[in-house]
DNA sequence: CATGTTGCTGCCGTTTCGGCAACAGCTATA
DNA sequence: TATAGCTGTTGCCGAAACGGCAGCAACATG
């Protein structure tokens, strides 16, 4: 099923690749069979579509504006392939998911078991990243669904859903602040703080707190990793920071316990966006997994909120 | 700029025209390369995409799949063409807009000439029809705007804005009802009526009214032509009855009084819609004028109810 | 300076495309 | 019932497009 112009296809794994030898590589044919319709779709366009440079392509304005339209195309191919396939029974491709690390300890997993459970046809690509790249990768193309703290957004993403999870403290089973229902930033400072590195969003929305405080608290641990303070705060090394999300499982086995955050009475929300290309229709059994994420998480959304009912 | 397939291409004519030699002769071409070109199109895809009837071809259900993709990647070529135009500073391109026939009486001239005053090279196609025609219009990709009575759309269009203007009685300057603010059903059952014929949507929002009353008048004339049955108003032939966005410069000259339906004390709306197709990115040059109308009909909205405020 | 990379370009065989003419199937008209 | 007109399809053949191979110059890296 390849009635599109092979030009189309070229120019999108030169793209991709951003060289044209790569590119030939991945597409199985000669460089100079690229290298030509790359020529010549840019003398159809009459403008250069990449700047070469001496070690690949890069794409040009006009050549940006191609990209859009080939993804565009190359997406909504997809999508009819897909409808015809679903006409016939047949239910299947893949499902590739952008999202942060707090959804891989139990959201993601759940999910995806599932969904394969019904939909066996149905595989799944799923990369951990930072919020910003998770954009970046959707709006390249490499991604269906992106799940990533709600920043603002390019016009050309848009959000399918957006959940408020309360930000909160983790601490282990025994630490001296697990029996409180809440925990103010304050209480957190007569301890050791596991605090996130800049790279990663709990950063930026804990910074304002500590700015207002009246001395800038040195943590013990520094990390960029969702993981690695989860476990280190189950090990009783210090306070750690992040959104129940994160710590589904130990929280069953009881090591862990979460103390939403008390900002001088009002809570401190971690806004989680679900972001889909805006030109773009996706296909059925995308679709459908698409729906009961956003379920899945407004449940969350729901059962949290009814755990621990608001403050302010 | 032809860097897609000639299947495609081929096969949006055909759907079109209906018929493989039909769509050679609009594409210059033999009919047997047309032919050739749906074959094999159908054996790539695995399916039929046409049933072949003795006096032309209609789509199969798969056949209807790929017209939508084919649809969405001719319609996004188009955006692409107009962003590297609008590159290089020049901005043209042909607005297609199917709507009903009260917009064009003053709404639509209006804005056109006002809009090709700023942007000449900018044309335009207007194509007068019946309000689920125009739906049927747009579906189809025969035209970028669509404005109609407010119905229930399909899910492949997107309404763009909802604005409601009050139903009326429309009647010469001299009509005895003519000092009135408002009019309700009956005052107007002691002169002859002018009826909309049921292809006009005019019909289906007075039909429960009438329904209501004790007996049903009968019509001293009947038309399916908005202009005609303005311009038997103003020679007082009548009360005819239709929103005030037709009757623009007649009303302007005096020689038509708008009375506003009061129907035991509410007013009867007249819902207009403005509709796109859902999975598409219109031109620049598209979505501009698209603004302007919706700008303008705001406009005419709220001096409307300013003029006449809500009698319940 | 050598080596490896980049994109580009003649040359040439293969594939695809398109035009012409003829064919079979159906419909409407005489 | 015969005929004329329409439909889509197919064999044949020339033209255009595509792709592979090998070699080129330009640049980066060691």
Same mark, same amino acid.
Not at 16 to 45: D, F, M, P
Not at 46 to 70: D, I, N, Q, W, Y
Not at 107 to 113: K, R, T
Not at 193 to 211: D, T
């Given at each position: 099923m390849r009635f599109h112009s092979p030009a189309i296809q070229?120019?999108?794994?030169?793209?991709?690749?951003?060289?044209?030898?790569?590119?030939?590589?991945?597409?199985?044919?000669?460089?100079?069979?690229?290298? @030509?319709?790359?020529?010549?779709? &840019?003398?159809?366009?009459? #403008?250069?579509?990449? *700047?070469?440079?001496? =070690? %690949?392509?890069?794409?040009?304005?006009?050549?940006?504006?191609?990209?859009?339209?080939?993804?565009?195309?190359?997406?909504d191919l997809d999508r009819f392939r897909s409808d015809v396939a679903s006409l016939s029974g047949t239910w299947h491709g893949t499902v590739s998911i952008a999202c942060?690390?707090?959804?891989?300890?139990?959201?993601?997993?759940?999910?995806?078991?599932?969904?394969?459970?019904?939909?066996? @046809?149905?595989?799944?690509?799923? &990369?951990?990243?930072?919020? #910003?790249?998770?954009? *970046?990768?959707?709006? =390249? %193309?490499?991604?269906?669904?992106?799940?990533a703290i709600a920043l603002r957004h390019p016009q050309d993403l848009r959000q399918v859903a957006l959940k408020r999870f309360r930000l909160g403290a983790v601490v282990a089973r025994e630490h001296p602040l697990a029996r409180r229902k809440t925990v103010t930033l304050?209480?957190?400072?007569?301890?050791?703080?596991?605090?996130?590195?800049?790279?990663?969003?709990?950063?930026?929305?804990?910074?304002?707190?500590?700015?207002?405080?009246p001395e800038t608290p040195e943590p013990a641990i520094q990390a960029n990793s969702i993981d690695l303070m989860r476990e280190l705060a189950a090990r009783g090394v210090g306070v750690a920071f992040q959104t129940q999300l994160g710590i589904g499982r130990l929280s069953r086995d009881s090591q862990l316990v979460f103390l939403p955050l008390d900002n001088a009475g009002s809570p401190v929300w971690s806004d989680l966006g679900i972001y889909v290309r805006a030109e773009r229709t996706l296909p059925a059994y995308t679709e459908s997994f698409l729906q009961e994420l956003v379920r899945e998480l407004g449940e969350r959304e729901r059962r949290e909120s009814a755990g621990y009912p608001q403050v302010g």
């Open positions: 070229y120019f999108h794994a030169v793209r991709r690749t951003g060289s044209i030898r790569a590119a030939a590589r991945v597409l199985n044919v000669a460089s100079s069979a690229v290298s @030509r319709q790359i020529l010549k779709l &840019e003398q159809e366009v009459g #403008s250069p579509l990449f *700047e070469r440079t001496a =070690r %690949g392509l890069t794409l040009t304005t006009v050549g940006e504006m191609l990209a859009r339209h080939v993804m565009n195309v190359l997406q942060i690390e707090s959804l891989t300890e139990s959201v993601l997993p759940d999910l995806i078991a599932s969904h394969r459970g019904r939909a066996r @046809r149905v595989s799944f690509t799923t &990369e951990v990243m930072g919020s #910003s790249d998770v954009l *970046e990768a959707l709006s =390249r %193309g490499e991604a269906d669904i992106g799940i304050e209480q957190c400072l007569a301890f050791p703080l596991i605090n996130a590195l800049p790279e990663l969003s709990i950063y930026h929305l804990l910074q304002p707190l500590i700015a207002q405080l």
